[in-house]
């Protein structure tokens, strides 16, 4: 009996793959599928009969259209042998003899009579493997990253140690397919019906590449706070998602090999939140009032108190009131206003002195004709 339904099996199986097919992207495929079997359409809108035929063998002659931004991988028991980049529509040929068809032009009585005998000697299975799947050339989205607590690196502009709690994603791209085939993809991923997904929790392969991507965020914080071409600024990192992009990806290659050894490679980020640690953000508010000080802003900042200065020294103390003004303003000299030489205070009494300051001041441009003169006249007492 056994031998018998060998037989018949492998005569059945043999006229159903004589059939040619068309093979096509699997329907309902997440945006995020990297790599999946192409399957035949063996029916049609109720049209088309080829039901039963084998799911690891392609007939000659079969057709396999490549849709745009995506690769085609051909296999021949378990190995690859071919790789189609371009989009467009195929013709599968093999010189496997489970390949032959008598639709193909390949005879019709030999290819029957082989097959029959070699799938016999299988139990009526066919004795060979063929299969063909894509894999997506585009950027892969969402795939997530996050620290559960602060990582740390040198920071060169603030010169010292910074750390942060961070969360983003970042988009992936398949960059070398033969590599993340042969390299990082599971066997078991490699059957019809199989989908590889980075972003599927139970891909074990793709959390593998998290804890990575974990594990490589401080050295890249690190590459791009340290990159003189990036403004040594860490405020800039949410800005920048294709500057932290590169770093990331530089990090990844030196620490893991990604792209030279998985053919993979990421392309964009997107920071999501950096939550910086507590003496982090005081340096950070130490940097942003310096940088609010700095330049033409901090100079006019500068003036604006000591004209306000000079008007409450007028009004309280006079000539000496001034006196602490133009002491005040040369302990920011640095900001932009030139640094008066003062020799030591005079007696407040000294009409004289108090008229030699004020010309002191008028001269260094902090008071005005007016001023000088009202000065004058309260010092002479007129």
Do not use: C
Not at 19 to 41: E, R
Not at 221 to 231: C, H, Q, R
Request: no cysteine.
């Amino acid at each position: 009996m056994g031998l018998i339904q060998a037989v018949k099996g492998a005569v059945g199986g043999v006229l159903a793959d004589q059939w040619k097919d068309f093979y096509t992207v699997p329907a309902g495929l997440p945006a995020t599928a990297a790599l999946f079997a192409a399957v035949p359409q063996s029916t049609n809108a109720g049209r088309g009969s080829n039901t039963s035929s084998s799911s690891n063998i392609i007939t000659n002659g079969s057709k396999i259209v490549v849709p745009e931004g995506y690769g085609l991988l051909l296999f021949q028991d378990g190995g690859i042998t071919g790789f189609v980049a371009e989009p467009g529509g195929y013709e599968w040929r093999s010189d496997d003899l489970n390949s032959q068809s008598i639709f193909a032009g390949d005879g019709i009585v030999t290819p029957l009579i082989k097959q029959s005998w070699e799938r016999f000697k299988f139990g009526g299975q066919p004795g060979g493997q063929q299969a063909a799947f894509f894999v997506s050339l585009k950027e892969l989205p969402d795939n997530r990253f996050g620290t559960q607590s602060e990582i740390y690196w040198d920071d060169g502009f603030l010169n010292t140690q910074v750390g942060a709690v961070t969360r983003g994603s970042y988009t992936l791209k398949i960059v070398d397919p033969i590599l993340f085939v042969k390299n990082f993809v599971p066997a078991s991923y490699l059957q019809p019906g199989k989908v590889f997904d980075f972003t599927d929790l139970d891909n074990a392969a793709a959390s593998q590449l998290f804890n990575e991507v974990v594990g490589s965020l401080a050295p890249a914080f690190s590459l791009y706070t340290n990159d003189p071409g990036k403004g040594n600024r860490i405020t800039k990192l949410q800005q920048d998602s294709l500057g932290f992009a590169q770093s990331l990806s530089a990090a990844v290659e030196q620490g893991y090999q990604w792209k030279s050894d998985r053919g993979l490679a990421i392309v964009k980020t997107a920071i999501v939140s950096i939550e910086y640690d507590a003496n982090t953000r005081e340096l950070l508010k130490t940097v942003q009032r310096a940088d609010a000080l700095s330049g033409g802003r901090g100079n006019s900042n500068l003036q604006a108190s000591v004209a306000q200065g000079i008007q409450s020294a007028g009004e309280n103390g006079g000539a000496a009131g001034l006196v602490g003004v133009g002491m005040a303003t040369g302990m920011f000299g640095a900001a932009g206003l030139q640094q008066p030489v003062t020799p030591a205070a005079p007696a407040a009494d000294d009409p004289v002195a108090k008229l030699q300051k004020a010309k002191e001041m008028l001269d260094l441009g902090l008071i005005t004709q007016d001023d000088y003169n009202a000065l004058k006249a309260k010092a002479l007492g007129l």
